[in-house]
């Protein structure tokens, strides 16, 4: 099999070339795949395999662990997966088995997973650092704790028992923090669907359907593209509940008057898309929605203007504050002098979170946001979020009461590079005009 995951055999090899070095002669690199999880008594989620152990492997079967060990003669990448087991494979589907493992996904050797307990303890005997992700899996650090142990009963025997234990996250994240051009091509293809599903959305919306009904044709478009998940799960909140920030239910009727915000994206090949978009249910805007939507709108341009090599992370965020305090202020929701208003954080109970997040195959994506205590600086090949928002509180009495329960939030996917940012959700219509014309007559391009 040449092509995994998207990719071709040689970006894996090349990412587990990359890892070896950083770990050195005297390193052992381990990286378990996610469990399997129940979702209630026999029936389990959908398995998704643990981001960093796809993005060095390629590999989606659950029960495998990769072992770096370099410079070790017999072979420096192992795959310990699941066995073929004719059986078993009638009920959940073909295995690669260790036979064919290693030549499949390019790694030195393979070996059954219930062989770890056995054979980890001399893979790490004679080396100093253990490389390994503490916290994220009990179980794991657990076993992992086990095989040093095992060792260190050994040491009479002259062999030198592991002493160091450093985060792998520490490398490994900042590698996928940095795209590679056929990781960004992926990405663009995942922002592709998500723009066609939001579309889709947008021109089926209307009074008398329900909050679900939207969410079955984005999930309906994400399918049919090829995406066979989302990459979290679908915000669809009519009215009010576009104020919440984390709003699942998508249970409530669509009425009209009310605004509705989708917050939904594709995941494909295990690379996220992360897109919102809040449109009027019935394909028009009210004077109210549409004053507070300018003022996102233009935090929301402003903020992407800011996205240039070079700059710090947290410079897209003060931009876009900066202009959704002044439109606040323009519009009489904040009364006083914008400066002012920024340094006593006035805006807080209208936009309460961050202007956005790194985006790869983890929505919240991995990387620092800060080296040595700053924010860092933005360098081609990051891919970002910039979604401002904001959200008027159906029982804030602070406010005239025709703007509450008003909840508007923009986000489009965005990619760090020299020049103007490339955005990857361009194709999907923002303005009041484009989104007011494609509810209209199915077509929104400006
Ligand atoms: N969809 C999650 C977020 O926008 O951060
Ligand atoms: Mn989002
Ligand atoms: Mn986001």
């Given amino acids: ?46 398995f998704r395999p643990s981001s960093d152990f796809v993005y060095l492997t390629g590999f989606a079967e659950p029960e495998s662990v990769l072992v770096c060990v370099p410079g070790r003669p017999e072979g420096e990448c192992i795959l310990f997966c699941r066995p073929k087991d004719p059986e078993r494979e009638v009920w959940d589907g073909y295995r690669v088995g260790v036979d064919a493992a290693a030549e499949t996904l390019g790694v030195d050797q393979a070996f ?81 669907i998500s723009v066609r599903a939001h579309r889709k959305a947008m021109t089926l919306c209307q009074p008398g359907l329900h909050e679900y009904h939207l969410e079955s044709a984005l999930m309906a478009e994400f399918l049919a593209g090829g995406a066979r998940s989302s990459a979290y799960a ?95 202020v323009d519009l009489g929701l904040l009364k006083g002098d914008v400066d002012n208003l920024i340094e006593r954080k006035a805006h807080k109970p209208f936009y309460m979170h961050r202007t956005g997040h790194w985006l790869g195959m983890d929505v919240h994506d991995v990387g620092r946001y800060k080296l040595d205590d700053q924010w860092r600086k933005l360098e ?29 939030r ?3 996917d965005v990619v760090v590079q020299e020049g103007e940012p490339w955005v990857l959700t361009a194709g999907l219509p923002k303005t009041v005009e484009d989104i007011e014309a494609l509810m209209a007559h199915g077509s929104g391009d400006s």
């Fill in 1 to 46: 099999m040449s092509h995994r995951c998207g990719f071709p055999l040689s970006a894996f090899t090349a990412r587990r070339q990359a890892l070896l070095q950083y770990v050195g002669e005297s390193g052992v690199a381990i990286i378990p795949t996610a469990p399997e999880c129940r979702r209630n008594r026999d029936v389990y989620f959908p």
């Fill in 112 to 192: 059954r997973f219930d062989q770890l307990n056995e054979m980890m303890p001399s893979l790490l005997g004679g080396r100093s650092r253990v490389y390994y992700d503490f916290g994220e899996q009990a179980a794991w650090d657990q076993a992992v704790l086990s095989w040093v142990r095992a060792v260190q009963e050994k040491v009479r025997t002259g062999i030198r028992a592991p002493d160091q234990f450093l985060a792998l996250q520490a490398y490994l994240h900042e590698a996928r923090l940095l795209k590679s051009t056929d990781e960004l091509a992926i990405m663009q293809q995942a922002a592709d």
């Fill in 234 to 328: 679908s915000i669809v909140g009519s009215g009010q509940n576009g104020c919440v920030l984390h709003y699942i239910e998508n249970d409530a009727p669509l009425n009209a008057g009310d605004l509705v915000l989708i917050d939904a994206g594709a995941e494909l090949h295990y690379y996220a898309a992360d897109i919102t978009r809040t449109f009027p249910v019935s394909g028009t805007f009210s004077g109210e929605q549409k004053a507070l939507y300018e003022v996102v709108l233009q935090a929301q341009r402003d903020a992407i203007a800011a996205v240039k090599v070079g700059a710090l992370w947290s410079d897209y965020d003060a931009c876009a504050v900066r202009t959704l305090v002044s439109g606040l």
């Fill in 380 to 408: 081609p090949g990051m891919v970002l979020t910039v979604e401002p928002g904001l959200y008027i509180a159906p029982h804030n009495e602070d406010v005239d009461e025709r703007w509450r329960g008003i909840g508007i």
């Fill in 410 to 412: 923009i986000e489009d």
